[in-house]
């Protein structure tokens, strides 16, 4: 599970770890609050729809997993084929969609020293879609036949080129003009061609035969959207209510909005290593699932879920201990500092339900259930959730902190249904083996 896991996760760290160079340095541009605040609404705006995307290929890990633990790596293939058709054809329309709710923005009062910087951040950011879609497809590829040194690698020096990029385009170095946050969407969007590139030429090198013109069926796109689309509503209803309670903390101010970016990209840092360890969980059931080792498929859920609980517990205690030091990072203000240890000190509190939640339904994907996962994130964050946010933040007058009091009681309620739903089948695994 490590030599699966421990690569994934600094794959996904090493994602992350590109918005949050992006807002630092963005944060260093002359109004720190504002710049910070517009990447964040702009970004949010671009990731509720692209993740959407990206979950409807959670299908991959599934049905490449089974695949390879029942040695049909033709299957694999056609799977492949199949996928990278179906990016493409996503990647348009989700898009348009992005440019088209735009102005929503305005709808949902963010104001205009945020929204304008953010709009042209938007416009830039979206041609990035295609490129991030072709680097999941192939990602995910590789993680379902466990071949995934290439995937941290290319995570990694993708950051190179994006904190070269920002360098460059946001201050206007090396002769490149000061485009500001701008500068920075056009930074990820070179980042992305390099990733996408990195994945075709890792798959071509370890499995050229993927390559040999194998079938698209459209039976198999069928499978994967019907694997996928419960998946991607479970990645859109979590990202979404984060994304949601970012534009309606916008209406705080800036230093609200600020200090929430800052908190929310430090808690998306340390869910990027469950979030690997749930891709690992997802691929080591799937391939047990695949070589019909039923008993191999509830050792690795529960092996994936120890893994992503101990992780949470060292996670939570930097949050308490080095709260000021991780805002610091971020800006110099003194009130945004503030309000960010008081986030930071709440997203503490639900490190461990949030590993649990996510790495259980990692491990619910490799059985093939995404329905599971999507029923308990929406009733838990949009049905409970958000009005108890409002409630806290507006008529208590909690602001931020009362929506970060109800991100994290949502977080218990779906780490602990959830770890519940995979105990019943880890049962039903041990009793048919």
């Known amino acids: 599970m490590l030599r699966i896991a421990a690569p994934l996760a600094f794959a996904e760290l090493g994602w992350m770890l590109m918005s949050v160079v992006d807002n630092i340095m963005v944060g260093h541009l002359p109004d720190s609050a504002v710049a910070i605040g517009a990447a964040s609404v702009g970004g949010a705006l671009f990731s509720a729809f692209a993740i959407f995307g990206i979950g409807l290929m959670a299908g991959l890990d599934t049905l490449i997993s089974h695949a390879h633990g029942a040695n049909a790596q033709n299957e694999a293939h056609v799977t ?100 500001g946050i701008r500068g920075s969407a056009l930074s990820t969007v070179l980042a992305r061609v390099y990733l996408a590139g990195v994945m075709v030429v890792a798959v071509h090198r370890r499995d050229p035969a ?26 859109g209803f979590e990202v979404g209510i984060f994304n949601a309670t970012t534009a309606v903390v916008a209406k705080l101010g800036p230093v609200s909005l600020a200090a929430h970016t800052i908190a929310l990209n430090a808690a998306s840092v340390t869910f990027m290593v469950p979030l ?38 060292c996670s939570a205690l930097t949050f308490l201990l080095f709260a000021r030091a991780i805002a610091r990072a971020y800006t110099r203000d ?25 790495v259980t339904t990692g491990a619910l994907r490799g059985l093939g259930d995404t329905r599971t996962p999507m029923v308990w994130n929406f009733v838990c964050y949009w049905v409970i959730g958000l009005p108890l946010g409002y409630w806290l933040a507006f008529a208590l007058g909690w602001g931020a902190a009362g ?18 739903a995979w105990a019943k089948q880890s049962i039903k695994l041990t009793h048919h083996s």
């Open 403 to 420: 929506f970060w009091w109800e991100l994290c009681l949502a977080l218990m309620a779906i780490g602990i249904g959830l770890i519940t």
């Open 334 to 358: 003194a009130a945004v500092i503030s309000l960010s240890i008081n986030l930071l000190w709440i997203a503490a509190a639900f490190q461990l339900f949030d590993g649990a939640q996510t």
């Open 276 to 313: 690997g360890i749930s891709s690992a969980a997802a691929v080591s059931v799937g391939r047990a699932m695949g070589a019909k080792d039923l008993r191999g498929a509830s050792r690795a859920g529960w092996t994936a879920i120890g893994l992503g609980l101990a992780f949470e517990v």
């Open 210 to 235: 993927a390559f040999r013109a194998p079938r698209v069926r459209w039976d198999r796109i069928s499978r994967l959207l019907r694997l996928g689309f419960p998946a991607a509503l479970t990645t």
């Open 80 to 179: 492949l084929a199949s996928g990278t058709v179906m990016a493409l054809v996503l990647s348009g329309p989700i898009a348009l969609c992005i440019l088209g709710l735009t102005p929503l923005l305005g709808l949902i009062g963010v104001p205009p020293e945020i929204r304008s910087p953010a709009a042209g951040f938007i416009r830039v950011l979206v041609w990035s879609m295609p490129l991030l879609f072709i680097y999941t497809t192939f990602r995910r590829y590789l993680q379902g036949i466990h071949h995934v040194k290439p995937v941290p690698f290319a995570l990694i020096s993708a950051n190179l080129v994006n904190v070269l990029g920002n360098w460059a385009l946001i201050y206007g170095h090396w002769g490149a003009p000061a485009m």
